[in-house]
């Protein structure tokens, strides 16, 4: 064997080294091995003789099929470097470890922090501080296992290092062929550009974890995952947190992604779990949970686990603005887990709407909260299935949009805090400013709609499973402000056949108006609309503009939440979508007749302060009702019966007009108005009983509608009977 045993020093000042096999190595060729260190320093090359070539073939910081048993160090200084192929270990060639330091190149098309073919018996540290970059790898290029952990690290030290007039290279930093990696650690500072960072491997599979930190830096896309192929059986992890301390320069992001591109994930036994951290910066994209990409065949990035995304935290100084809306799920690529999406910092800006599901891609189940910030748009419990090309976006459906039954199918969303909507003129603009309990457009929920807002809720999340080593932050003493324009218990325009929707509205303060059930969607689902706070113009237990609700109706008014109840306009009905207890016919006009129909609508009131008029059916000529509706009111003392007053002087909130019809909708069928006929009335909690107090009526009492017919009769009782003795 041809053993070295002293220093070895490699150095290039100048010259080319070309043609097939061609290279730099910083160890033995086939026989021997140094015995002592080795170091390869790259200072300057030729130029590139034309845009498709480069000065230098390769260098590697091993030998060509000889071992070494130690780490080489490989640095390429200076900007004025062309090389196709930087290798920190070996050609066919095992090493120890590596350590690889790029200060400049014009233009490297190839750095891989492993080698080629070749087994890494230890860590790769691969430093990143200047130079332009085609593709950057942290494992190995081919093949190889790499034992131990890998860190990569790119933060530009010399601005003046970055690309030249070469093409038009891109720094895409990636993890590329590692084969059986315990760990990898990315860290990425300031830098010129990067086209797209993954976290994962080009096209091979990991057996670790995946810790992706984005410090700073003008990148383009983020990944968590693999791109095109390979599996990743640990779990995912991407924050991004600019530390403009450390890292004083200009950044930019694009959208991050919790998955692969292309590339499946599942994790360990198909239990993956990722999370994306979205804490200080400004992007101009989107963030999904999941990732990007189904091909033809089905194949895919889709996540088969968990999805964790954490909008802001409470730290000072730190604020989050996304220019493009937040997914819980994948981009035409399924989630088969759940989705767990947390907004919290009142100053983080979501330019476009949140979904707990994904965009043109099925989940087994979401759950959003948001305690404080402000979506420009709209906020869904389910997916955004719009679009004439959108397949949909199901919640408790596979990858196939096929049903998965072991799933639990839920939306659910709860609202604490934070404005939604855009605001126009002091106003909130059209088409901005809704909470839907379920998907945007062709999007079903399996299961339940569970859709709740409430101001007055004070616990905050504490440390889970999505946490990071560091605490969220302390949260304000003061909540932010919740302002929105309206809100559904179900979707926008997306129908929904799943099991029930249960709508409650907590501490709440100004709305415009309420729907127990979708804008323009079907619904096979019973509603449950349940108030306790604020002030509404308008209140419906049905639909807004259309849509099929094959269900039954039921709302509750009872003040117990941190704020009176004020309503101008109750409707037990919808504003101008039709509903039947028998359903509908084939061209969306609701049955007059038919065999299991869905119970009769109910409003009850159960408290208020004041509500103007109560009508038992719908608003406006398309919102026909059919079916027999009943209005129950029987009242108790409501949370802010002490800051009433009236002429009956007992604290009972004030009804103005009652209405057992609709208001210019015709009810086919009976209508019911009772008014102080129990004497004890169950509370909206569903399980208290309380003893009833009377009934305040300032104006009048109509068994049929304002402007609209009955077709049945009218049934108005009012008090209680009297017993006599003979």
Request: proline share 3%; glycine share 18%.
């Amino acid at each position: 064997a041809a053993d070295v045993y002293g220093p070895v020093q490699g150095t290039v000042h100048g010259g080319s080294v070309k043609g097939e096999g061609s290279a730099v190595y910083g160890c033995n060729n086939v026989n021997g091995a140094p015995q002592s260190t080795v170091t390869v320093d790259i200072w300057n090359t030729d130029p590139a003789e034309d845009e498709d070539s480069y000065a230098l073939q390769a260098v590697y910081g091993g030998g060509n099929h000889a071992a070494y048993a130690d780490v080489p160090n490989v640095t390429v200084h200076n900007c004025d470097n062309s090389i196709d192929y930087v290798y920190g270990g070996g050609n066919a060639a095992t090493v120890t470890g590596t350590n690889v330091l790029i200060e400049g190149g014009d233009v490297i098309n190839n750095v891989f922090g492993g080698g080629y073919g070749a087994n890494v018996n230890g860590d790769i540290n691969l430093k990143i501080t200047g130079g332009s970059i085609n593709n950057v790898y942290g494992g190995n290029n081919s093949s190889g296992e790499v034992t131990g952990e890998i860190f990569l690290t790119v933060a530009q030290s010399d601005p003046t290092c970055g690309k030249s007039g070469h093409s038009t290279p891109s720094c895409g930093v990636n993890i590329d062929n590692m084969a059986a990696s315990n760990i990898a650690h990315i860290d990425i500072g300031c830098c010129d550009h990067i086209g797209t960072a993954f976290g994962g491997a080009k096209a091979a599979n990991m057996t670790g974890n995946i810790d992706l930190m984005i410090k700073a830096g003008n990148i383009g896309t983020v990944f968590g995952g693999n791109d095109a192929s390979g599996t990743i059986s640990g779990n995912i992890t991407v924050t991004v947190n600019w530390d403009k301390t450390n890292y004083p320069c200009e950044s930019s992001l694009g959208s991050v992604y919790g998955g692969g591109n292309f590339a499946e994930y599942s994790g360990s036994s198909n239990n993956g779990q990722t999370t994306v951290n979205i804490l200080n910066c400004e992007m101009t994209g989107s963030v999904f949970g999941g990732g990007k990409g189904t091909r033809p065949d089905g194949t895919g990035a889709h996540v088969v686990g968990n999805t964790y995304v954490n909008i802001g935290d409470w730290k000072e100084g730190h604020n989050v603005k996304i220019g493009g809306s937040v997914f819980g799920g994948g981009d035409e690529a399924a989630v088969e887990g759940y989705s767990n999406v947390v907004i919290r910092d009142c100053a983080t800006q979501i330019c476009q709407d949140v979904y707990g599901g994904g965009n043109a891609a099925p989940i087994y189940g979401t759950d959003v909260t948001m305690w404080g910030g402000e979506v420009n748009g709209n906020i869904f419990g389910g997916g955004n299935g719009k679009g004439d090309t959108n397949p949909g976006a199901n919640v408790g459906y596979k990858r196939d949009n096929t049903v998965e039954t072991s799933a639990v199918g839920d939306a659910v969303t709860k609202v604490y805090g934070g404005t939604i909507g855009t605001y126009e003129d002091d106003k909130l603009k059209d088409g901005t400013g809704g909470i839907f309990g379920g998907s945007n457009s062709k999007g079903e929920i399996k299961h339940d709609v569970n859709l709740t807002i409430d101001h007055k809720q004070e616990t905050y999340p504490t440390s889970s499973a999505t946490e990071m080593t560091t605490a969220w932050g302390t949260p304000p003493n003061e909540k932010c402000p919740l302002i929105l324009n309206e809100a559904y218990g179900a979707g926008n325009e997306a129908n929904f056949h799943g099991n029930g929707i249960t709508f409650n509205l907590g501490c709440v303060d100004v709305f415009n108006e309420i729907y127990g059930g979708a804008k323009a969607a079907d619904l096979d689902a019973d509603i449950n609309l349940i108030i306790t706070s604020g002030t509404f113009k308008k209140v419906f237990g049905g639909n807004n503009v259309s849509g099929k609700l094959n269900g039954s109706i039921k709302v509750t008014i009872d003040e117990t939440g941190c704020h009176p109840v004020i309503i101008d306009e109750l409707y037990g009905g919808g504003n101008m979508a039709a509903y039947s207890i028998y359903g509908y016919n084939d061209d969306g006009t609701p049955k007059t007749s038919g065999e299991n129909p869905k119970a009769n609508p109910e409003v009850n009131v159960v408290s208020c302060t004041s509500i103007g008029k109560v009508f038992g059916g719908g608003y406006g000529a398309s919102a026909i009702m059919v079916g027999n509706p009943t209005v129950n009111i029987n009242m108790i003392k409501g949370e802010y019966s002490d800051q009433i007053t009236n002429k009956w002087n007992n604290k009972l909130g004030t009804i103005g007009t009652v209405y057992g019809g609709g208001n210019a909708a015709n009810v086919v069928g009976n209508t019911n108005v009772n008014i102080g006929t129990k004497t004890t009335v169950l509370r909206a909690d569903g399980a208290t009983n309380a003893n009833v107090e009377g009934v305040n009526i300032s104006g009048n009492v109509y068994g049929g509608g304002n402007q609209a017919d009955v077709t049945g009769k009218t049934n108005v009782i009012i008090g209680q009977p009297t017993t006599t003795t003979p």
